[in-house]
Nanobody, 124 residues
């Protein structure tokens, strides 16, 4: 099991930026693919982005392409989600996730470990 702790959420105006961080408890963090999901009130949890163990392969949802960038620093056991040009529809609780494969992490059912979530609110 990997414990994941998100930080960096907050309130921002539309068009602004935030960077989320995900700190992992294990020194074997580099063995895992990691990703980000989000869940808005009344909606299902949805995939945002994922990255493989060395950062060489990434996937992202169409709704965030060109605005969000996922990255990781294995030396710090930390993953990141840089969010630019935020829109009100990006408002949600954002969850960090870890799993076996970068492609598999596009589905909620393939997530082995979840963080507790961090709230992102974008005002219009």
């Amino acid at each position: 099991q990997v414990q994941l702790v998100e930080s960096g959420g907050g309130l921002v105006q539309a068009g602004g930026s935030l960077r989320l961080s995900c700190a992992a408890s294990t020194r074997t963090f580099s063995r895992y693919a990691m990703g980000w999901f989000r869940q808005a009130p009344g909606k299902e949890r949805e995939f945002v982005a994922s990255i493989n163990w060395n950062g060489g392969t990434t996937y992202s949802a169409d709704s965030v392409k060109g605005r969000f960038t996922i990255s990781r620093d294995n030396a710090k056991n930390t993953g990141y989600l840089q969010m630019n040009n935020l829109k009100p529809e990006d408002t949600a609780v954002y969850y960090c996730a870890a799993g076996n494969t970068v492609a598999g992490l596009q589905k909620v059912g393939n997530v082995d470990n979840w963080g507790q979530g961090t709230q992102v609110t974008v005002s219009s």
